[in-house]
């Protein structure tokens, strides 16, 4: 999955979440949830994996571009440390951020690469080999290109242009950059 489905699918499961809750507790809940945190949460495995695999550090990640940031371990220390941080009443934001980045590998299926999802029980090798940075670069491009033609970076655009659009008209673009309030 590329950029517009995590970002997307992410939002929307984060908003539905919300409302979920909401009507659950009769009350009004959520307001609080910063949804730039959730934005960099969805895309935090990405962002840590592919400049370590790209540039930074091909050789100590074995070349593949889905490692550290993509292990289970990873997500139930950041998860962890979000509980921590919730139970010490210091807000929800780390823990948002702390799902979001799991449901980063969810999306990514990352269960049918074991030696990354359980790495390093199944041993230090990531074990999955991927493309030059150029043919990568390339064939990504094409891909995001080609993205209505995968329905769920498509069902994430659309979430992106929903939120944008009602952020927008609602005239809250100054509010949601500032603290992430969609609504
Ligand atoms: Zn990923």
């Not at 994996?49 to 593949?64: E, F, M, Q, R, T």
Request: net charge positive; proline share 4%; glycine share 10%.
């Amino acid at each position: 999955m590329f950029v517009f489905g995590h970002v997307g699918l992410t939002i929307g499961a984060a908003y539905g979440s919300r409302l979920a809750a909401s009507r659950w507790t009769k009350r009004r809940i959520g307001q609080a949830i910063d949804y730039r945190v959730i934005v960099v949460g969805s895309m935090l495995p990405d962002l840590i994996d592919k400049p370590l695999g790209l540039w930074i550090a091909p050789d100590l990640v074995d070349g593949s571009l889905r490692s550290i940031g993509h292990t289970l371990i990873f997500a139930i220390a950041l998860l962890i440390a979000g509980a921590a941080f919730w139970r010490a009443e210091r807000g929800a934001g780390v823990a948002l951020f702390a799902a979001s980045s799991a449901g980063h590998v969810v999306l990514d299926l990352t269960w049918r690469t074991e030696s990354i999802l359980l790495w390093p029980f199944l041993g230090w090798e990531f074990g999955a080999k991927y493309p030059s940075p150029s043919q990568w670069a390339s064939q990504h491009l094409f891909d995001a290109l080609r993205f209505f033609t995968d329905y769920p970076e498509l069902a994430g655009f659309l979430v992106i242009v929903a939120f944008s659009t009602r952020v927008v008209y609602t005239k809250n673009v100054r509010r949601f950059l500032l603290r992430g309030i969609m609504t």
